[in-house]
């Protein structure tokens, strides 16, 4: 007489799971067929290990900002690695309050670490969405992520969890729109004491009106659509198979 197994149908995460598993896998493929260079990482402890693979000692390394980047602890594991230089504009100190000062008070100071990124190897990015056909979509207020991105730094490895896989550009800007800006506004509201993000018309309805206020945080937008056989290897990938970031 076999015993019976309880089925908890409550728990669907192994489903969800092997779902999100396989459509990383096809972006990943999708991915390099536009030339990219694309890796699978099943959890954050394996992205980092990734990461660290893709950074060579000595390189000069420069992060942008980035809830998946936090998530995953890269700064802290570099340091302790003791080898490279690490460039963090947007480091803030344990009262989420950036190291470097207020952007207002201290404009020419920020102008001149970001410009850095674009002699550094290695640039350490995140981004907001990629297509089920390997195109890489991220929005930012004054351009500083996304331009480094397409050209500059030796180096750019992009990290991504499997939920910012979207159908394809309508859903990327869709996501963006309706997501991640009003995340994003919310958190520097809340979270890095940004008064002025208060402002915005999302900070208070959490919703995307599309506004021109001047302290809109979507003026830029790159889609990285594939790479030049010169700048073969350049453009790394790592999608986890976790949600991370926003």
Same mark, same amino acid.
């Given at each position: 007489?076999?015993?019976?197994?309880?089925?908890d149908?409550?728990?669907i995460?192994?489903?969800?799971?092997?779902?999100?598993?396989?459509?990383?896998? #096809?972006?990943? #493929?999708?991915?390099?067929?536009?030339h990219?260079?694309?890796?699978y990482?099943?959890?954050?402890a394996q992205?980092l290990?990734?990461i660290?693979?893709?950074?060579?000692?000595?390189?000069?390394v420069?992060?942008?900002?980035?809830?998946?980047?936090?998530?995953?602890?890269?700064v802290?594991?570099?340091?302790?690695?003791g080898?490279?230089r690490?460039?963090?504009?947007q480091?803030?100190?344990?009262?989420?309050?950036?190291?470097?000062?207020?952007?207002?008070?201290?404009?020419?100071l920020?102008?001149?670490?970001?410009?850095?990124?674009?002699?550094?190897?290695?640039y350490?990015?995140?981004?907001?969405?990629?297509?089920m056909?390997?195109?890489?979509?991220?929005?930012?207020?004054?351009?500083?992520?996304?331009a480094?991105?397409?050209f500059?730094?030796?180096k750019?490895?992009?990290?991504?969890?499997?939920?910012?896989?979207?159908?394809?550009l309508?859903?990327a800007?869709?996501?963006?729109?309706?997501?991640? #800006?009003?995340?994003?506004v919310?958190?520097?509201?809340?979270?890095?004491?940004?008064?002025?993000?208060?402002e915005?018309?999302? #900070?208070?309805?959490?919703?995307c009106?599309?506004?021109?206020?001047p302290?809109r945080i979507?003026n830029?937008?790159?889609i990285?659509?594939?790479?030049?056989?010169?700048?073969?290897?350049r453009i790394?990938?790592?999608?986890?198979?976790?949600?991370?970031?926003?």
């Amino acid at each position: 007489m076999h015993a019976s197994v309880v089925i908890d149908e409550r728990d669907i995460s192994h489903p969800i799971n092997w779902v999100n598993e396989q459509r990383a896998h #096809a972006v990943i #493929a999708a991915l390099r067929r536009r030339h990219f260079q694309a890796q699978y990482a099943a959890d954050r402890a394996q992205a980092l290990k990734a990461i660290l693979a893709l950074v060579a000692n000595g390189a000069t390394v420069f992060r942008a900002d980035s809830v998946t980047l936090d998530q995953l602890e890269v700064v802290p594991a570099l340091r302790a690695r003791g080898s490279n230089r690490v460039m963090w504009p947007q480091e803030k100190d344990g009262n989420g309050r950036n190291i470097h000062g207020e952007y207002e008070a201290n404009g020419d100071l920020y102008a001149r670490l970001q410009r850095e990124v674009f002699s550094a190897d290695v640039y350490l990015t995140g981004a907001n969405a990629v297509t089920m056909d390997g195109k890489i979509v991220s929005t930012d207020g004054g351009g500083n992520r996304v331009a480094p991105m397409i050209f500059g730094p030796g180096k750019v490895v992009i990290v991504m969890g499997v939920n910012k896989i979207v159908r394809n550009l309508e859903a990327a800007f869709d996501r963006i729109r309706e997501f991640c #800006a009003p995340v994003n506004v919310k958190r520097h509201l809340d979270m890095h004491h940004r008064s002025g993000y208060g402002e915005l018309p999302c #900070a208070s309805s959490g919703i995307c009106t599309d506004c021109d206020h001047p302290r809109r945080i979507c003026n830029y937008t790159g889609i990285l659509e594939g790479a030049l056989p010169r700048f073969s290897g350049r453009i790394n990938v790592i999608l986890i198979g976790e949600e991370l970031g926003m």
